[in-house]
Nanobody, 124 residues
Framework: LVQLVESGGESVQDGGSLRLSCVAS????????MAWFRQTPGNQREGVAA???????AYANYVKGRFTISKDDAKNTLYLQMDNLKPEDTGLYYC??????????????????WGQGTQVTVSS
C-alpha cells in the first residue's frame, strides 16, 4: 500500500520561507519519480517541481530560483524548500508519485499516487 503524507505547511509572511516534506511509505521509491503540485484558490492543480529516479529536476517557471526540490531515498522523503514566498503561492500543496520517468513530469496525469496535501498561506 502506497501512502504519501505531507507536512510543513504553515502561515508565513510575504518573503518568508518554508520547507515541505513528504514521507512515502510502503517500500523503497528510489526508482520512482516524485513531484510537488499545488492548487491555488480559483485555479486548477498545477505542477510545481518534479524529480525523477536519475535526479533530473523540472520546475515550473513561476518558482524557478525560489523553490528547490530534493529527496532522501534512504528516508523515502521528498522535500520542497520554498524561499521568497509570495501571496500568490498560497494554496494546498500535494506530493505525488509514479514509477519510472514521465514525458511530462509536471502534468498531474503522469502520477498514480497522491498525498492529502498541506496548506501553505502567505500573507502580505
Amino acid at each position: 500500500l502506497v501512502q504519501l503524507v505531507e507536512s510543513g505547511g504553515e502561515s508565513v509572511q510575504d518573503g518568508g520561507s518554508l520547507r515541505l516534506s513528504c514521507v512515502a511509505s510502503g517500500h523503497s521509491y528510489s526508482t520512482y519519480s516524485m513531484a510537488w503540485f499545488r492548487q491555488t484558490p480559483g485555479n486548477q492543480r498545477e505542477g510545481v517541481a518534479a524529480i525523477d529516479p536519475r535526479g533530473d529536476i523540472a520546475y515550473a517557471n513561476y518558482v524557478k530560483g525560489r523553490f528547490t526540490i530534493s529527496k532522501d531515498d534512504a528516508k523515502n522523503t521528498l522535500y520542497l524548500q520554498m524561499d521568497n514566498l509570495k501571496p500568490e503561492d498560497t494554496g494546498l500543496y500535494y506530493c505525488a508519485l509514479r514509477f519510472g520517468t514521465a514525458i511530462d513530469e509536471l502534468s498531474d496525469d503522469s502520477y498514480n499516487w497522491w498525498g492529502q496535501g498541506t496548506q501553505v498561506t502567505v500573507s502580505s
